[in-house]
């Protein structure tokens, strides 16, 4: 018996399909290092923004303050991450060498994912794909 799919003419059901299917792989390779996909992407935007407030970088990757202080608690528990005053006020995170060898491994997954998930398109299709999608969430 043939099913008919009325979802499949919608860009959203295709969104959330590709975008299930690319977090479970990613997730996979994640979960080898015992970190969630929100504690990789905080540890990437260290690594990329020295001395940068916690929540600075909540807002550059649309995490709510009050999900920032218990994320950054754990990273800093698992010795990942380092606190260093900024002002009177203000902490900046810096990766420690702990953390800068895990950020290695974290790129190595993100790679493999990100060849994975454009494993079936060119190199013009993904760029072009990436200015898509970048559009709609912005």
Known sequence: ??????????????????????????????SELDLKVTE???LVMVEANPGMKQSDIG?????????MAPLV??????GFINKKPLDGRSQGLHL???G???????????????????????DSSSESLRKTLEKIWQ
């Open 59 to 67: 807002r550059a990757l649309g995490i709510k303050s009050a999900n």
């Open 73 to 78: 608690a754990v990273l800093n528990d698992r």
């Open 40 to 42: 990789t992407s905080v």
């Open 1 to 30: 018996m043939t099913v008919s799919n009325p979802l499949e003419k919608l860009l959203g059901y295709h969104l959330r399909r590709a975008s299930a299917a690319m977090l479970s792989q990613l997730g996979e390779g994640f």
């Open 100 to 122: 800068k060898k895990v950020v290695r491994k974290i790129w190595e997954h993100i790679d493999v994912n990100e060849k994975w998930l454009m494993r079936n398109l060119d």
């Open 96 to 98: 420690s060498e702990e």
